[in-house]
């Protein structure tokens, strides 16, 4: 069996090498006649998997997508040609809310605000903004839940508020895939006009997909003065970015919210899984198995834990000013493929075991995601 599958996949040689002949391939720009005799193809969200790539093969049985995004396959296609077709739902959606914490976390910083003190919209509650939601109770963080889709689920008991309602928090994170036809869909669901009613007491953070703000209409409103701050992980027309817009942002990065060593890994290991499905054999691989012991794996804290404790917590797995000072140091000189491919190993919150003195700490924030114990 063929099996191939894209370089930017980690560990994909130890789950997959037992199940077949791995040929690994560089993802942007793969082309039909390079997957003509594949019998199964994993790819990333940089892979158009559509008539097109696939017309040269007559032999695959399987495709899998190591993302939770899926609006790079034509799955209407492949069902029509009776080709299985798994996405990895929810692989790195711990590692988007953690993006979104550093971001806060970074930002309440450089402009003397408590985070406690924040309400934040969520747009989209599905994985990533279930997450988010989960971190941001964990700190007293205030927010609001805005997804016309679930709010008309009877079994889903969470209050839903408008989308521009939601646009009126200090902070909106947005959190849906990108849709393009129906009627809760997501292109350009930030247009000019909802654009223009965000002010600079706000914070406009993206780490869904970049064509859900009119990215044009942005750079338009910001060059006449808008002054909403603005994290961007997300682009329209990844990788041929508008690059004026990043001067504009408090903290740019290259498409990397997604990009922790746990939410890449848990895609590969998903759709390990959903092939042994398909080929009916026991799986016997798992990852945690292949995970390296993180550089910095335990802490213990002697004071009781506070807002600014933990915001130093973050900061130590993950301080997203890194990747803003990468992204601007390299888009023009390296480009926007480059510095995903080149991102270095990013360790989940869960990876740090933190100590807390029982006689002071009476609560843990444990849906923050660190493994806390009491000592
Ligand atoms: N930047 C990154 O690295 C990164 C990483 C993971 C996912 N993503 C993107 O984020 C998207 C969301 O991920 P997820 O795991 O939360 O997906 P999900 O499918 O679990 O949840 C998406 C939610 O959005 C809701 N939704 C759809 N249209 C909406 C609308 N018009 N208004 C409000 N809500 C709407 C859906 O009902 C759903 O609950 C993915 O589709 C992917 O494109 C980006
Ligand atoms: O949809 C997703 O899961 C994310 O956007 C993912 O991080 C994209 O990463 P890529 O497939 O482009 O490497």
Redesign the pocket.
Known sequence: MNIYYDENMPFAAEFFAELGTLTAFSGRCLQAQDISDADVLLVRSISQVNQALLKDNQRLRFVGTA?????HIDQAYLAARNIQFSSA??C??V??AEYVLSALVVLAERYLFTLADLTVGI???????SRLSEKLSALNIKHVL?????AQNPDDQRQYVT?EQALECDVVSL?????RAGE???YH?LDAERLAKLSDQQILIN???GEVIDNAALLKLKQQGQGVKLVL??WEHEPDILMPLIDYCEISTA?????SLEGKARGTEILYRALCKQLAILPNKQLKDFLPVPAISSVKINSPIDELLLNQLVKMVYDVRRDDAIFRQQINTQGFDYIRKTYPARREFSSLSVALNNSLNLAMPNQLGFNFNIQ
């Open positions: 993302t939770i995004g899926v609006d739902p929810g790195n959606a590692s988007v747009v989209g509650a599905g994985n990533t903004g805005c997804d016309p889709i679930l989308l959190h849906v895939p990108l849709t809760h869909a997501t669901l780490a869904c997909r992980d997300v498409h990397i919210a997604g990009y």
